[in-house]
């Protein structure tokens, strides 16, 4: 695939238990760009975020990131390289306060934002600094989960579904706040169920459907491919 | 302070034998001795120093209670594992001090530092070997197993040296005692009070208040997501394990001058700690240290009140606990 890919999968396979999830999944993300896995429900790209991040207990295949083979690594180990998950539960964690939750990832590597910049990012979060992390609100806790992952260093972030459940106005405060990420050279990893909001910030995408990627294009050709998407999505 | 509350027991006993007997053979000198003396009658006769007494003792009891509770909860919280050889493993800390003493020479203070360091060792050697083969399996499980290590243990422990007591020492610097005026306080009973209180204090400072204490919290919560941000979360397991299991070493080492060194010391104070546990809330820092000294000092009161119940106290406050609060007094529903 492209050169500067920043990472690489190819043929995952992935298992909970003793259910098939993923059947060989390929793609890559290049350093820099906004990728986008795009799907029905149970389609696997959860489970793909999860296996890059050697969260799910049997995965198989090959995930290069920056040259390093990381699928026999634990997810330890995976996130000191450079990636980090805000997964879809968002998980704050409720005995933790905000400014614990933001706190909380250890810095892998230099380069991650400061704390002041990041809370110019999300100026809502300033003010509830001490709160227990489970009293925000939807969106707050959502912008806290993308917050905390952003002082590490970690170069790829991987988003799963921010937009669900949260409000139109806060949706395009989020949607600002990825172009300004992808702006200040953060790679992203995003999986949208939101095809219009997906449209606003992505690069290119990937069409995922039991467990496979069966399609792929770039923003620049979606217009010619929107038939076929809303055949995928259903929508 | 045991002797004390036989003798006061007997008194009692004695007093209400008397009455009986007088009522049962002289009616009428039973109704005047009883007309007399009912306002001094001696339940209602505060023996002030008997009651700080036991409300010492049950502050030493409080005392153990909260540092084992509080090594529950710790690896309750972490491992998901109800470690029912927390008793066996405070047994082995008192051993330790013994046999850092008869075989090594070393003194009290020596033990008090290596102690907890060579149970807490221990232990990460038995989380390393067996319990974190289990880390995703039911509770069930974890309780078999440490119910299994403490009963060999302590079998190995009564096999070679017998159910009796070995003895073990104060400190020269620690005995004697401090006449408060309405009571004598022991100077090495004070020490244990206040050293386990200063013991819990900093660990739920520690737990709570620290970053480090966060990511414990944090992985109680989701290990899979903490270790996803990179953190090493079974070697914080691991050493999580061993310092609840350190705490039971250092709570054995404080027990060994009080109570005698004995094979099933820990065996009969877990059950106590288990309710203690569950009063407070499962897995609970804060809960395990208050319900540890609260319920030392009831059991404590009710030595006083009514010797009788002095045993069964603690349960009957838990069953109370548990129709009002089902997830413990600080404890989160799940």
Not at chain 1, 168 to 173: G, K, L
Request: charged share 15%.
């Amino acid at each position: 695939m492209s050169e500067a890919a920043l990472l690489n999968v190819k043929n995952l396979e992935a298992w909970y238990g003793e259910s098939h999830i993923l059947h060989g999944v390929d793609f890559s993300v290049r350093k820099g760009e906004v990728a986008t896995l795009l799907g029905r429900n149970g389609a696997g790209k959860t489970t793909t975020l999860k296996s890059i991040m050697g969260m799910v207990a049997k995965r198989r295949g090959s995930v290069i990131y920056e040259g390093v083979e990381t699928i026999g690594l634990s997810s330890d180990r995976i996130a000191r390289l450079g990636i980090a998950i805000c997964p879809e539960e968002r998980g704050i964690f409720a005995s933790l306060d905000v400014r614990e939750n933001l706190l909380l990832p250890p810095k892998i590597k230099s380069g991650g934002l400061a704390i002041e910049s990041i809370l110019d990012l999300f100026p809502n979060l300033r003010e509830r600094m001490s709160s227990q992390g489970t009293k925000l609100s939807g969106g707050e806790q959502q912008m806290l989960a993308i917050a905390r992952i952003l002082r590490t260093g970690a170069t790829l972030l991987m988003l799963d579904e921010p937009t669900e459940g949260l409000a139109p106005v806060i949706i395009e405060q989020i949607g600002l706040t990825i172009k300004k990420l992808k702006e200040s050279g953060f790679t992203i990893l995003l999986v949208e169920q939101n095809f219009r909001f997906a449209s606003t910030v992505a690069d290119r995408y990937f069409v995922m459907e039991h467990g496979k990627i069966i399609d792929t294009f770039a923003n620049s050709e979606l217009s010619a491919n929107m038939e076929k998407l809303h055949a995928y999505l259903g929508v | 302070m045991w002797g004390k509350r036989l003798n006061f027991r007997v008194w009692i006993r004695g007093a209400a034998l008397t009455r009986r007997f007088l009522a049962e053979t002289t009616p009428s000198l039973a109704l005047r001795e009883r007309a007399a003396h009912q306002p001094s009658l001696p339940m209602f006769a505060i023996n002030t120093s008997a009651l700080f007494g036991q409300l010492l003792v049950g502050l030493i009891n409080g005392s153990f209670y909260a540092l084992l509770s509080l090594g529950l909860a710790v690896i309750f919280g972490l491992l998901n594992i109800i470690n029912f050889a927390h008793g066996a493993l405070f047994m082995m800390g008192a051993f330790c001090a013994y046999f850092l003493l008869n075989l090594a020479g070393v003194g009290y203070w020596g033990a008090l530092v290596l102690t907890p360091v060579i149970v807490g060792a221990f232990g990460i050697f038995l989380e390393r070997t067996m319990l974190h083969r289990l880390a995703n399996l039911d509770h069930l499980y974890g309780l078999l197993l440490t119910f299994g290590l403490a009963l060999i243990i302590q079998g190995l422990f009564q096999n070679y040296f017998g159910s009796s007591g070995l003895p073990y020492a104060i400190p020269p610097e620690l005995t004697g005692a401090q006449n408060l005026g309405f009571m004598f306080l022991p100077n090495y009973r004070a020490w244990v009070v206040v050293l386990s209180a200063i013991v819990c204090f900093a660990t739920w400072f520690a737990i709570e208040k620290t970053s480090l204490g966060a990511l414990l919290r944090a992985a109680t919560e989701n290990p899979a997501l903490v270790r996803a941000f990179g953190v090493n979360v079974p070697r914080m397991i691991t050493l999580a394990y061993g310092f609840g299991v350190g705490l039971a070493g250092l709570a054995g080492v404080l027990a060994a001058p009080i109570n005698q060194v004995r094979p099933l010391m820990g065996a009969d104070l877990i059950i106590v700690v288990f309710a203690v546990v569950v009063i407070g809330g499962m897995g609970s820092i804060l809960g395990s240290i208050v319900t540890g000294f609260a319920l030392g000092v009831i059991e404590g009161l009710t030595k006083y009140i009514y010797p009788e119940a002095s045993n069964t106290v603690v349960f009957v406050v838990m069953a109370l606990v548990l129709m009002v609060k089902p997830a413990g007094l600080f404890g989160r529903a799940s």
